[in-house]
């Protein structure tokens, strides 16, 4: 299946599913939102390459930082170195005073000490100690024993408050120190060691690295690694706190949401950190964190640091925009889908009154259609066939007789449906108006046995009647109300078997007219008497089924009675007749009448 069939399914099946209102503010809503989402997809965009410049302008500062840091260091070695070229004589207070000005434990606190370490073989060791001690006299080279090349530290200018304890220690024994020592006799230039573990340090693992450059014998050729080792007099060196350090440059542009871990390249790459600030953990597991490694190379020994920025390295205001605009998209959507959906409701509302207005006019038709085009014919062959029954068109056979009689019959049924539809149409266009007037409900309940008791008669059966003497005044419309007894009348005749008992009563009761039509008939089940009251119901037994009905009597019944502000109810069982009763309200202006003796106005049924 194509793409573009894809949609036209998918159209034609919401089309037909779903309401067009539904559809249009669901497209309306999706479209909307899809632009908010590719604004936000922008907008997230430029928010992350704005967190990735911070990132990188911190990680500029940091890098600049360190160069001018290890600038300062270099100075102060060559400094250092330049003081031997015009004076091979020092002391340690020359050394330390040399250094004074600078101001390093204020100025450069990461610097632990600046010293100077004689390059001497074994045969250099008595005269140095001879010389030195002269000035200390309890100087010592450790740790002790017989070496072939000794690197002592003779003087140190002391910033921190144990470095003086590093005084004739033998840096040549630690394979570290050594190693940056040869090696920047090899290249000529300052060289850094590893992390070193510091001899006067309180705390054992403080990490420090040593910066070393040669100092040669005056006048010697340094140009080739060879030369340089041959004229080698010694190294001055700075000692540095890596955590200081470290601290000092992340000072330059201090950022919480940045942090660093700084590694040994060489050591075991699971090695703890030699430095990693306070921030780190928090600040590299946070959601979008930009974390990278970058390995650098600082005056010959390698490094690695693990740098890391956390979303908050921008402003809250930047880093919560993505989401505002989402939020306001949605909520831009939601209002004008709304709207939408309001405008197309309302229009459709206003389509689907329009179309029952429509619907109204046709049945309006079908009234008038009912009522003219069916109701007047049928009238018209009832008086016919009743003319011929009558004996106005000429002499007619028993037999003939007996079949306009039949003619004659269903004709009846067939206007009594045709009425009973036209009044359904009305009732059900809200076309029925009552005039309601004062009734005598006992005369009306008397007229509907009369006319019915010709019907009783032929089927044999017992119809009673039982009105108060005296008038039982209610407010109805005599021609409606009338409709009602009938029907319920019609009914206990039509459902109660031949030489069964009707009764027809009405009584006062707590100011209310209680009219109640009782038969022996056929009853109806409890479990449907509550249907029987809705429209074209007709019990579906093998009892009701050979009467003839249309299932729009009671519904007609109930419907004028309620529109009297009245109540009907049904008691009834299964072959033990039933009892349909009216109650019309008790109205405090009507006078019932003042009895509620029975006369038992049997009417001549039988
Ligand atoms: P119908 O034209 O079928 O008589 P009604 O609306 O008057 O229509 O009555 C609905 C149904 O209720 C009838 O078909 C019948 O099954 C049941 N019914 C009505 N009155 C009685 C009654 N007096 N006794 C038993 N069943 C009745």
Known sequence: MSLKEFFARTWQWLRTNVKTHVVVTLLVFLATFSAFVYYWHGVRNGVQKDEHSAYERQVRILSTATETHLQLYESFLRGGAGLFTINRSLTQADWAQYFQPYNIPKQSPDIIGIGFVPYLTNAEVPAFLNNIRAQVPKYAIWPAGTRNVYAPVAYVATFTANTGKVVGFDGYTTAVRRAAMQASVMSGQPTMSGKITLVSAQVPDKSAFNLYLPVYRNGRPVQTATERQRALYGFVYVAVDIKAM????????????????????????????????????????????????????????????????????????????????????????????????????????????????????????????????????????????????????????????????????????????????????????????????????????????????????????KLACKVPKRPLKVEADPQYFRMALDNLINNAIKYTPDKGSITASVR??????????????????????????????????????????????????????????????????RSHGSSFTIRLPADPNIDLGRTSAYTKRRRPVN
């Open 246 to 461: 470290v601290n000092a440059l992340l000072a330059e542009n201090p950022n919480s949401n940045f942090a660093l871990q700084w590694y040994e390249t060489a050591g075991n790459p699971k090695s703890a950190p030699v430095y990693q600030s306070g921030n780190f953990t928090s600040t590299a597991k946070q959601h979008g964190a930009i974390t990278q490694a970058f390995p650098f190379t600082l005056y010959g020994h390698k490094w690695k640091v693990v740098l890391a920025a956390s979303p908050g390295i921008i402003s809250a205001n930047e880093r919560q925009l993505p989401a505002l605009v989402l939020w306001r998209g949605f909520f831009v959507s939601a209002v004008l889908a709304g709207a939408v959906w309001l405008l197309t409701t309302s229009r459709e509302r206003k389509l689907s009154r329009q179309k029952q207005l429509e619907v109204q006019d046709a049945k309006d038709d079908l009234l008038s259609l009912a009522s003219h085009q069916l109701r007047t014919p049928a009238t018209v062959v009832k008086q016919y066939v009743g003319m011929m029954l009558q004996g106005y068109g000429g002499k007619i056979t028993r037999k003939q007789t007996g079949m306009l009689q039949n003619a004659y019959d269903s004709n009846e049924r067939q206007l009594e449906v045709i009425n009973q539809l036209l009044y359904v149409a009305r009732l059900d266009a809200g076309r029925i108006a009552l005039h309601k007037q004062k009734v005598d409900v006992g005369k009306l309940l008397q007229e509907a046995c009369d006319e019915q008791a010709v019907e009783a008669k032929q089927r044999r059966q």
């Open 508 to 573: 006062k009761l707590e100011g209310d007219a209680l009219i109640t039509i009782t038969d022996t008939g056929i009853g109806i089940d409890e479990a449907r008497q509550a249907t029987i009251f809705e429209k074209f119901t007709r019990l579906e037994d093998e009892l009701s089924s050979n009467v003839s009905g249309s299932g729009i009597g009671l519904y007609l019944t109930n419907q004028i009675v309620s529109l009297h502000g009245a109540h009907i109810e049904v008691t009834s069982s």
